[in-house]
């Protein structure tokens, strides 16, 4: 029996906030349902102040639309989101799209001064070790650094940084992120064993992302940088629109099939009106261990063109070598174990372009951001 929109609104409808007396579907709580073969996911926008005790409520929501004949499983998550209640929905627009995600939700972290996005249009180009790099790299410079590692599905921070255990919630409500290297950083890797699958439809990745945003004691930094997961879906979107990003980096390899994905991620950046601060040629070249012969396995030169061609910055190329593989996989980045080699000199210009390119639009003023609570 297939499951019909209707049927999860008219659920919904029947769950009381207990606060105002009035339904969640009428408050404008319901916000990003989507149902597909029997699965249903949506999440529940609260006010900041309220979250700790609506548990309850998302746990209601939850159980009523559990209760109808061939829904197989049902996912719901708070979200919180700065000032009062949800603003009255215009009909039932409110549960099918992405109302909410206003100019007014484009807030800052508290204390982060600049995030960016290192971002690829697929997976497999090396996104991951680079955003480690750059991170670290900033680090070194004496600013205060913290890595997100966004790709709820396949988080690789905690294994490139060296970093193990669960963080610590002195408060119970607000999580502590774990630090080496001179990097603070939070990642779903923290939360889960290594080897679990996340099996999360996209309110739930929205939820998470928001979380690990504004639900850690990030402190004052000067910088985030934020690893994206592969390609333009749900997280690249959830960053665009919930947080003021100050610009993203594209990581390409030189392969045609590549450039052709990094295309697609630098126009989506450009479509949500994040800037897009340049791109990175990874795996640029090899250079043979034994005789120094520089090879162009993927082709080389490619990112630099398409760069030029779209008309943004090229910001450096990084070979494939097996030393930079090493240190990742070891939680050693080479920027930090081998400080003086070409490799680290590589990634530390392209941190340097990066911080040059941010740090101009530190000085005007930004707004303090939302506090929502950990559930």
Same mark, same amino acid.
């Given at each position: 029996?297939?499951?019909?929109?209707?049927?999860?609104?008219?659920?919904?409808?029947?769950?009381?906030?207990?606060?105002?007396?009035? +339904?969640?579907?009428?408050?404008?709580?319901?916000?990003?349902?989507?149902?597909? +073969?029997?699965?249903?996911?949506?999440?529940?926008?609260?006010?900041?102040?309220?979250?700790?005790?609506?548990?309850?409520?998302?746990?209601?929501?939850?159980?009523?639309?559990?209760?109808?004949?061939?829904?197989?499983?049902?996912?719901?998550?708070?979200?919180?989101?700065?000032?009062?209640?949800?603003?009255?929905?215009?009909?039932?627009?409110?549960?099918?799209?992405?109302?909410?995600?206003?100019?007014?939700?484009?807030?800052?972290?508290?204390?982060?001064?600049?995030?960016?996005?290192?971002?690829?249009?697929?997976?497999?180009?090396?996104?991951?070790?680079?955003?480690?790099?750059?991170?670290?790299?900033?680090?070194?410079?004496?600013?205060?650094?913290?890595?997100?590692?966004?790709?709820?599905?396949?988080?690789?921070?905690?294994?490139?940084?060296?970093?193990?255990?669960?963080?610590?919630?002195?408060?119970?409500?607000?999580?502590?992120?774990?630090?080496?290297?001179?990097?603070?950083?939070?990642?779903?890797?923290?939360?889960?064993? $290594?080897?679990?699958?996340?099996?999360?439809?996209?309110?739930?990745?929205?939820?998470?992302? $928001?979380?690990?945003?504004?639900?850690?004691?990030?402190? $004052?930094?000067?910088?985030?940088?934020?690893?994206?997961? &592969?390609?333009?879906?749900?997280?690249?979107?959830?960053?665009?629109?919930?947080?003021?990003?100050?610009?993203?980096?594209?990581?390409?390899?030189?392969?045609?099939?590549?450039?052709? +994905?990094?295309?697609?991620?630098?126009?989506?950046?450009?479509?949500?009106?994040?800037?897009?601060?340049?791109?990175?040629?990874?795996?640029?070249?090899?250079? %043979?261990?034994? %005789?120094?012969?520089?090879?162009?396995?993927?082709?080389?030169?490619?990112?630099?063109?398409?760069? +030029?061609?779209?008309?943004?910055?090229?910001?450096?190329?990084?070979?494939?070598?097996?030393?930079?593989?090493?240190?990742?996989?070891?939680?050693?980045?080479?920027?930090?174990?081998?400080?003086?080699?070409?490799?680290?000199?590589?990634?530390?210009?392209?941190?340097?372009?990066?911080?040059?390119?941010?740090? &101009?639009?530190?000085?005007?003023?930004?707004?303090?951001?939302?506090?929502?609570?950990?559930?």
């Amino acid at each position: 029996m297939s499951v019909a929109q209707a049927q999860i609104l008219e659920a919904l409808k029947k769950i009381v906030d207990p606060d105002t007396g009035k +339904d969640i579907l009428t408050l404008g709580m319901v916000q990003g349902l989507v149902v597909r +073969d029997g699965h249903v996911g949506f999440s529940l926008e609260v006010d900041p102040a309220r979250g700790p005790k609506l548990e309850p409520l998302r746990k209601a929501a939850e159980q009523a639309v559990e209760k109808i004949p061939g829904v197989l499983s049902v996912t719901a998550v708070l979200t919180a989101q700065k000032g009062g209640a949800p603003a009255t929905p215009k009909g039932h627009g409110h549960a099918h799209g992405q109302q909410g995600q206003s100019a007014g939700a484009k807030q800052l972290v508290p204390g982060v001064k600049a995030i960016v996005a290192v971002a690829s249009g697929k997976g497999g180009v090396g996104k991951s070790t680079t955003a480690t790099n750059i991170a670290v790299a900033l680090a070194q410079k004496g600013l205060k650094v913290g890595l997100l590692d966004a790709d709820v599905y396949g988080p690789s921070q905690p294994r490139m940084l060296g970093l193990s255990g669960r963080p610590d919630s002195p408060d119970g409500k607000i999580l502590a992120p774990m630090s080496n290297h001179g990097v603070a950083c939070m990642s779903m890797g923290f939360l889960v064993p $290594e080897d679990t699958p996340m099996i999360w439809r996209g309110p739930m990745v929205m939820g998470a992302l $928001e979380q690990m945003l504004r639900d850690v004691a990030w402190g $004052e930094l000067d910088i985030m940088i934020v690893d994206m997961p &592969p390609g333009t879906g749900d997280a690249q979107l959830t960053m665009a629109q919930r947080v003021p990003l100050a610009g993203a980096v594209i990581v390409s390899t030189p392969q045609d099939i590549a450039l052709l +994905d990094a295309r697609k991620g630098l126009n989506m950046f450009r479509k949500v009106e994040v800037p897009v601060l340049g791109i990175v040629e990874n795996m640029s070249y090899h250079v %043979c261990s034994n %005789c120094g012969h520089r090879e162009h396995i993927f082709g080389h030169g490619g990112a630099h063109a398409e760069a +030029d061609k779209l008309g943004v910055p090229f910001l450096g190329e990084v070979p494939l070598h097996i030393a930079i593989r090493e240190t990742s996989d070891g939680g050693t980045p080479i920027v930090a174990s081998q400080p003086d080699s070409a490799h680290a000199a590589a990634y530390r210009a392209i941190a340097d372009q990066v911080w040059a390119k941010v740090e &101009p639009g530190l000085k005007s003023s930004r707004p303090a951001g939302p506090r929502i609570v950990v559930q």
